[in-house]
């Protein structure tokens, strides 16, 4: 039977009448898999002057429809099977940039390049996953791949990086299955003693979900939209967004063989004293969620959207 849980997190600087609105190291609740009662091992929080926080419980209903449209379905099949990276196209060379100069010209693409690029196709290349088996997808050219880090090659020659060397090579990814081998082309920067990686496979493309987005969504409502975590953890954190006087966001979790689910609700905040407003700016917190098992191959969703959350994404 899937389990339903709830992870909460609380705005950063929340005003000290929030109080228990919710506390800053965050409360993870157990909840029954049919009923989502608020009968929760640890405390509820509350916020001044509002209703005890309890479960919404139409968003198991909402959690269930969207397990069951993504578990064995094809588009389960093909996020598994094609490459969906977790981590970035480019890497940084070893410990990162010597200088923020350094860093500054590779965030605006400014290189210069002292070194020729192959001119012949690189050799076939398979993806290469742990279990042996293998993805050969069309790979990028030295002058692609090089097209991709040098945005604006030359903007700036007296601070630009130079890239001295560029040879073929490998590198080891995270992909939405598990770390693979992926082939790579490796820019040799002046002054750094590892290169700088271009993977040479250009990610899959974004698979679209088998469930309809939730039109009706409320003010309730939690936006998601980043992960972090490794395939073999079993605590991921997810970014999500609310406004500047709630309390916090709580991520009801749902439990698959295929997937886990993610559904993010906003918290109640304090009340506002007479004469005061919220602004409209949206802040964003990181909510860290525990689950039963390894995340391993399972597809991350959200709720709302009914689309896999992607690693890295958001703030």
């Not at 009923?35 to 269930?64: F, K």
């Amino acid at each position: 039977m899937a389990r339903a849980r709830t992870r909460t997190g609380a705005r950063a600087g929340a005003r000290a009448g929030v109080r228990a609105g919710v506390r800053a190291g965050a409360v993870l609740c157990g909840l029954m898999a049919v009923a989502l009662t608020a009968g929760c091992g640890a405390p509820q929080p509350e916020a001044p002057g509002a209703a005890p926080l309890r479960p919404r419980p139409d968003s198991r209903a909402r959690m269930e429809q969207v397990a069951a449209a993504w578990e064995g379905s094809a588009a389960l099949r093909q996020w598994r099977e094609g490459y969906h990276p977790l981590d970035p196209q480019d890497w940084q060379p070893t410990g990162g940039f010597h200088s923020g100069e350094d860093k500054g010209a590779y965030a605006e693409g400014n290189f210069v390049l002292r070194a020729g690029l192959p001119d012949t196709p690189p050799p076939d290349t398979p993806i290469r996953r742990p279990d042996g088996s293998t993805l050969t997808l069309p790979l990028q050219s030295a002058a692609q791949a090089y097209g991709e880090i040098a945005r604006g090659p030359g903007r700036d020659r007296e601070h630009a990086l130079p890239v001295t060397g560029v040879r073929f090579g490998e590198s080891t990814v995270r992909t939405s299955r598990s770390p693979a081998r992926v082939p790579a082309w490796l820019f040799t920067v002046e002054g750094y003693d590892t290169p700088l990686i271009r993977i040479a496979v250009s990610p899959g493309e974004v698979v679209p979900p088998p469930v309809l987005p939730l039109e009706d969504a409320d003010g309730r409502t939690a936006r998601l939209f980043g992960l972090q975590g490794a395939p073999e953890a079993t605590t991921v954190g997810v970014t999500a967004g609310h406004g500047s006087c709630d309390g916090g966001v709580a991520v009801d979790v749902l439990e698959g063989v295929g997937t886990v689910v993610l559904s993010g609700r906003i918290l109640p905040g304090a009340a506002l004293e007479p004469g005061t407003a919220c602004d409209a700016m949206l802040r964003t917190l990181k909510v860290e969620v525990v689950l039963s098992r390894p995340v391993g191959d399972r597809i991350v969703v959200d709720a709302t959207t009914g689309r896999a959350l992607e690693q890295g994404q958001g703030g």
